[in-house]
T-cell receptor, first 112, second 115 residues
């Protein structure tokens, strides 16, 4: 079945470390997105990519980086510059961004 | 900038009751509106997608309507069940002259169905 796979489900980061969250889709979608979810704040867009080898900053891109070398994959790196990274991270994809979105099951990142 | 508001923020109903969740958006220039369900600690599950040219969509006990001119959508849940307990999120895809598209979310309505 087609879908989006996010890994790992839980991730722990030490102070000063960079960590990478994986997002893979087999839906043949062009557009992929990363959202951050915090209690009481709703979903906020971090980065998005509408085509391979191209991506744009969302509303809260500082302290994060992405790459889009393959259509199927859109990894998110949380860098040491992100001062408050503890949150639930969701990856999504869409055919071209104008139609229905499919979400992954999320990665919960905790700073220890 | 497009803003999406969902009212109420939380709702508690007895099992079997019919209920309506509300979503409003500030700019009627949208491609589509999508309703999602989120269970605690889980990702988002798509419930219904309404394209801008449509007035409503139905799936089982769920019916979503869209009134683009007034900037409103409603999600109707018939004969509610305890398994319907979750947070329901409304999201719109605004028109973009720049050719980039993204969802704009409301903060959700947390529904509790009491057995």
């Amino acid at each position: 079945d087609g879908g989006i796979t996010q890994s790992p489900k839980y991730l722990f980061r030490k102070e000063g470390q960079n960590v990478t969250l994986s997002c893979e889709q087999n839906l043949n979608h062009d557009a992929m997105y990363w959202y951050r979810q915090d209690p009481g704040q709703g979903l906020r867009l971090i980065y998005y990519s509408q085509i391979v080898n191209d991506f744009q900053k969302g509303d809260i891109a500082e302290g994060y980086s992405v790459s889009r070398e393959k259509k199927e994959s859109f990894p998110l790196t949380v860098t040491s510059a992100q001062k408050n990274p503890t949150a639930f991270y969701l990856c999504a994809s869409s055919i071209d961004g104008r139609y229905g979105y499919t979400f992954g099951s999320g990665t919960r990142l905790t700073v220890v | 900038k497009q803003e999406v508001t969902q009212i109420p923020a939380a709702l508690s109903v007895p099992e079997g009751e019919n209920l309506v969740l509300n979503c409003s958006f500030t700019d009627s220039a949208i491609y589509n509106l999508q309703w999602f369900r989120q269970d605690p600690g889980k990702g988002l599950t798509s419930l219904l997608l309404i394209q801008s040219s449509q007035r409503e969509q139905t799936s089982g006990r769920l019916n979503a309507s869209l009134d683009k001119s007034s900037g409103r959508s409603t999600l109707y849940i018939a004969a509610s069940q305890p398994g319907d307990s979750a947070t329901y999120l409304c999201a719109v895809i605004p028109y973009s002259g720049a050719g980039s598209y993204q969802l704009t979310f409301g903060k959700g309505t947390k529904l509790s169905v009491i057995p």
